[in-house]
């Protein structure tokens, strides 16, 4: 059914920039609102960024005005800049629902990101 599949992670330094797709296979992706989620190691995923059907966006106090949520017909994207050894994570992506309580299908692997200098 749904798979989903994030990309674009990697090694950077603090204040470097990355930018993160999501590919989601079974799916019209326009037709959810869809979010990005970062885990770190003992810790449950949380919910950084979201973009609603209609293009409304939403955004983690930690990640306010360093990260951008996009989407186009395709893919989701995660555009992350001035990045912080605290934004080290594996980041994944789900759709959300209305409530934005609960990703709505199965976990993709995520993508690693390690900021370090």
Known sequence: QVQLAE???GLVQPGGSLTLSCAA???TLMDYDMGWYRQTPGNERDLVAAISKGGLLNYDNDVK???????DNARLYLQMNNLKPEDTAIYYCNGL????????????????V???S
Not at 65 to 71: E, Q, V
């Open 65 to 71: 005005g360093r990260f951008t949520i996009s989407r």
């Open 25 to 27: 296979s079974g799916i």
């Open 97 to 112: 629902n209305k409530y934005y309580s609960a990703p709505l299908w199965p976990w993709g692997q995520g993508t690693q």
């Open 114 to 116: 390690t900021v370090s």
């Open 7 to 9: 990309s674009g992670g």
